[in-house]
């Protein structure tokens, strides 16, 4: 996850990520919300490429 979004950096406004289990240290589940600025082709590319990866559901919202 860290790599692509490092490679889509350009597109990337923020990032935010939090564990949701408090008490977790490894393989665990999380989230991470990017605000990105882009074509819309760009952003579900990102958005593709993350889906590819094991346990990763990515989600794409866009605002006009």
Do not use: F, P, Y
């Amino acid at each position: 996850v860290n790599k692509i979004l490092t490679e889509q950096g350009h597109l990337i406004i923020s990032r935010l990520g939090t564990n949701l289990q408090r008490q977790c240290i490894e393989n665990c589940t999380a989230l991470i919300v990017v605000a990105a600025e882009g074509e819309g082709a760009k952003l579900q590319q990102m958005t593709d490429s993350l889906n590819k990866l094991e346990k990763i559901d990515a989600k794409l919202t866009l605002i006009n």
